[in-house]
């Protein structure tokens, strides 16, 4: 089974920066697509951004456009993604998968991993 770690979550205050990263156990077919999502306290999990393996086309949320950054290091079997400008409706656990099929659609993707917590101060 592929499997993927998040890390670089944490405590941030508004206009902060954070820098979350991906790594997966092997590396990704040239259809596989790398997302973020995001699940907020009493919120469904929502899209953030992909990134498609092989060639990089890359997709965001209209609510992260600008602010948010996603990319990949195929030589180290890793995504990234860079937020910088953070508010505090970006506060969620953020989750990165592996999917084949739509950029944006969460049952397109089968391997999630644990989740990494962002929480933004007011």
């Known amino acids: 089974q592929v499997q993927l770690v998040e890390s670089g979550g944490g405590l941030v205050q508004a206009g902060g920066s954070l820098r979350l990263s991906c790594a997966v156990s092997?590396?990704?077919?040239?259809?596989?697509?790398l997302g973020w999502f995001r699940q907020a306290p009493g919120k469904e999990r929502e899209f953030v951004a992909s990134?498609?393996?092989?060639?990089?086309?890359?997709y965001y949320a209209e609510s992260v456009k600008g602010r948010f950054t996603i990319s990949r290091d195929n030589a180290k079997n890793t995504a990234y993604l860079q937020m910088n400008s953070l508010k505090p409706e970006d506060t969620a656990v953020y989750y990165c998968?592996?999917?084949?099929?739509?950029?944006?659609?969460?049952?397109?993707?089968?391997?999630w991993g644990q989740g990494t917590q962002v929480t933004v101060s007011s």
């Open positions: 092997r590396r990704a077919a040239s259809t596989n697509v």
């Open positions: 990134i498609a393996w092989s060639g990089g086309s890359t």
């Open positions: 998968a592996l999917g084949r099929g739509s950029p944006w659609d969460a049952d397109d993707y089968a391997y």
